[in-house]
């Protein structure tokens, strides 16, 4: 099925839906994509075409980032950097997450699906956004894998189900892998069941072992949905 843009990116039916003429085909599961700082949904868009061959009864969202990049160019951004530091980094999550929200509202509506059949991708400043999810709501998702990223925010949602995988280059040097101990520490101590990968000699990227290693990670979290 190919893509279809919308207001806020571009939507992916499911696989087995490629007989049909719409985006609307029915869904088991949903997976939402979310880029890093300065690019925009087409990014991770083919992380969904890999993916989707072996999840069939999935769609895919890829989002462009709420608010236009600091830097121009034509990127997305989901909070500004702009003299961001350890002080006020939770609270440009925060306010971020509020527009995030909506649309990950709207998104379940439109597929009519419920947060246990949601799972979020993000690289980057997404992932920042999709465990700040994990961390602040109390719906959770079915999982998440987040490459490169870092947990930004406190751990208080009582919902601690949502399976976590967290990839990160050994060599990154945008966000050290150390925000990846750290990260895997503390939703480990918090009760969610966490894998964590670190993998050697790779940077602040999403490599082909990330994307074998996503996939694995969403067939975990989805592949029953997906054979509903």
Known sequence: MSWQEFEHGWRRAPQDASQRTSNDAPASSLVVLMHGVGSNARDLMPLADIWSEDLPGTAFVSLDGTDPFDGGFGGRQWFSLRDVNEANREARVAAAYTALRRVLDAELAHWRLSFDRLALVGFSQ????????????????????????????????????TRLTLVHGEDDQVIPVRELEAAAEALDEAGYPVD?????????????????????????????????
Do not use: F, K
């Not at 997404?126 to 930004?152: D, K």
């Not at 996939?215 to 509903?228: I, M, N, P, V």
């Open 126 to 161: 997404g992932s920042i956004m999709a465990l700040h999810h994990v961390a602040s709501s109390a719906e959770g998702a079915a999982g998440v894998v987040a490459y490169s990223g870092r947990l930004a925010s406190p751990i208080v949602s009582s919902n601690r189900a």
């Open 196 to 228: 964590a990968y670190v993998l050697p000699g790779v940077g602040h990227t999403i490599t082909a072992d990330g994307v074998a290693l996503g996939r694995d990670a969403l067939e975990r979290a989805l592949g029953a949905l997906s054979r509903d």
